[in-house]
């Protein structure tokens, strides 16, 4: 772990809606003379899925890049470091990111939550798009408020929410919130991120799985300016 902390993150703009719904999605984030590079990173990094140390999904690609310096500048931006430090409400670390891709014909998943470790709200995940998305490449279907039902029915799609939008746009949110890739009908591009961040108390067993989920950057802390309520 780096010693050199970045200092405190400022505080989300609009914390009500972010605790209440449990994700936000940050349009056009990413600086738009970014994504060539992000999509070449993305596509130089591609390694098969049995090349991995634990094997990956047959129908998803899946890149390593996270060694990559515009990649480890999306990972610090600020508004995407204030909306994290505002659902985990405690300093935290960057843990993972990876690059992921659903193939044409995959990416389809049930509904279900990646689950917080030790408390609701200690692990936030980010995606970063680096294609147009929509309900034609696979994208992100969401669950607003679910982090907070933990009695949810995972087999109900009903309240399910399938976002769209363009290249450069990021979604955060709880571990705790239902969420599902969707299928990739037309087999257009859907590149993508997947950002990791965990409360300090997870660092530990963090470092027993680092090696297995591949990690290599070198990660370093942040700490919540104003930790919120939640």
Known sequence: MSESAPGPVASFAN???????????????IPSQWIDELCQTFDEGVKPGDQWPVPRGADWRHSLLDLSPVVQSVCH?????????????????????????PLPGGGHQGLHRDLSAQRPGDTVLAIVFLDDYGPDNGATRI????????????????QALQISGSAGDILI?????????S??????????????YFAEPLYATHL????????????AWFDVLQVETK
């Open 15 to 29: 914390t009500e809606q972010l605790h209440r719904d449990g994700y936000t999605l940050l349009r056009g984030a």
């Open 77 to 101: 931006l600020p508004e995407l470091l204030a909306a994290a430090g505002s659902l985990i409400g405690e300093r935290f670390f960057l843990a993972q990111v990876e690059g992921r891709e």
């Open 143 to 158: 669950v607003p408020g679910s982090h907070r039902q933990p009695e949810f029915d995972l087999n109900d799609t009903s």
């Open 173 to 181: 949110f709880e571990a705790d919130l239902v969420h599902a890739g």
């Open 183 to 196: 299928l990739n009908i037309t087999g257009a591009r859907r590149r993508s991120l997947l950002i990791s």
């Open 208 to 219: 027993k799985t680092a090696a297995l989920r591949s990690i290599r950057m070198e990660t």
